[in-house]
């Protein structure tokens, strides 16, 4: 009998039954019937599927088990390579304090893109949560400066990226520090309120992030003109602060040390117009400041400035004109440029005709 008249008979599709029957797809029952019934093979043909399909069960099952395995430990990363990763990403922490951001976005990017294609390759239950956290850290990394150089749209949505990341992570701390982050965005964008909800948020466990975010809710509640609540937030960076471990109070974007948290503390006395505070807490930033954090330096000499110009304006002028002066375009651009016009906006209108005034806002506009 033909393939062609058997599967008329049976009746039965000619390709599959062609497979079945040059052994490149295995028989089932339902077609071991038909068969035998076309034949007229008085069960033998049922049989002989029968001990077919029971040889092979333990076959299949050992073959599902084999791919379960490769699937899940497929392209694990090893521990040396997920080490490198992690050690990247503290890198980058330590560079945002002194590289200018055009580098650094360039650098970011790249790495970045390779992360991605790393994740994409190692989808091991072992290594997603720890590269999750590695892509949160990085891209919170794009966020700080994204900020720094004022592209809101821009640090909104790695934000988003940064966020989500930590909540793949597991790990409550990442979450906190990136939540701190979206927090200073908001604080520099001016929408206080935003940036006060969105720090207070990222306090829920002591940690980097909630050090950062207290001292951020305190700089958000002094911009509002609220003395009281920002004192209360920076006794909870304090607080934060002391309960971190040493190795946690770093100049970085992945630590808290006292440095940073006097330039915030001396920002929001600042704002206060709390002249004894602001200078005490902008000269002890500047004390601690690492030599090549030119953001916190400049920002804390900024300050400083400002708060010399409501006694005697051309010392606070000339101030603000060396600090500016000692940084280069690319580090100039951005929060360190807009802080240098808010400085010049809070000048009278009879400040502003001196001819250092003069002076400092062409230094700043070029």
Excluded at 91 to 103: E, I, L
Excluded at 107 to 122: F, K, P, Q, V, Y
Excluded at 341 to 359: D, F, K
Aim: with cysteine; glycine share 8%.
């Amino acid at each position: 009998m033909s393939l062609r008249a058997l599967a008329t008979a049976a009746p039965y599709d000619a390709g599959a039954l062609s497979r079945i029957l040059n052994g490149r797809k295995p028989v089932t029952a339902h077609v071991a019937a038909v068969l035998d019934d076309a034949l007229d093979a008085a069960g033998e043909i049922v049989a002989a599927a029968e001990a077919e399909m029971a040889s092979r069960l333990p076959r299949d099952m050992e073959l599902t088990r084999r791919h379960l395995e490769d699937t899940i430990s497929a392209g694990a990363m090893s521990a040396a390579e997920l080490d490198d990763w992690q050690h990247a990403m503290m890198r980058y922490g330590y560079r945002t304090r002194d590289v200018p951001s055009p580098a650094l976005l360039d650098d970011l990017t790249g790495d970045l893109a390779d992360l991605e294609a790393a994740i994409t390759r190692h989808r091991s239950a072992s290594a997603l949560p720890r590269l999750a956290g590695v892509a949160a850290g990085m891209s919170g990394m794009m966020v700080l400066t994204l900020i720094k150089t004022g592209d809101r749209r821009a640090w909104r949505g790695w934000s988003r990226t940064a966020q989500h990341a930590a909540l793949e992570s597991g790990d409550p701390t990442v979450l906190a520090g990136r939540r701190a982050q979206e927090s200073c965005g908001w604080f520099y964008a001016g929408e206080m309120t935003t940036a006060i909800d969105t720090a207070r948020a990222a306090q829920t466990v002591p940690c980097v992030g909630a050090a950062l975010a207290a001292a951020l809710e305190m700089r958000a509640h002094a911009a509002r003109g609220d003395g009281g609540s920002a004192r209360a937030a920076l006794a909870e960076a304090e607080r934060f602060l002391d309960a971190l471990p040493e190795a946690d109070r770093t100049a970085s974007a992945f630590g808290y040390g006292e440095s940073q948290l006097r330039f915030h503390a001396g920002s929001a006395f600042t704002l206060l117009r709390d002249l004894p505070a602001a200078l005490e807490a902008t000269a002890r930033a500047l004390e601690l400041c690492a030599p090549g954090d030119y953001t916190d330096w400049a920002l804390s000499r900024l300050d400083r400035a400002q708060c010399l110009t409501w006694t005697d304006p051309d010392t606070g002028l000339g101030y603000a004109a060396e600090t500016i002066a000692a940084l280069t375009g690319p580090q100039r651009q951005g929060i360190i440029a807009n802080h240098a016009r808010r400085l010049l906006g809070a000048l009278s209108p009879a400040q502003l005709t001196s001819p250092l005034a003069r002076e400092f806002a062409d230094l700043v506009e070029a």
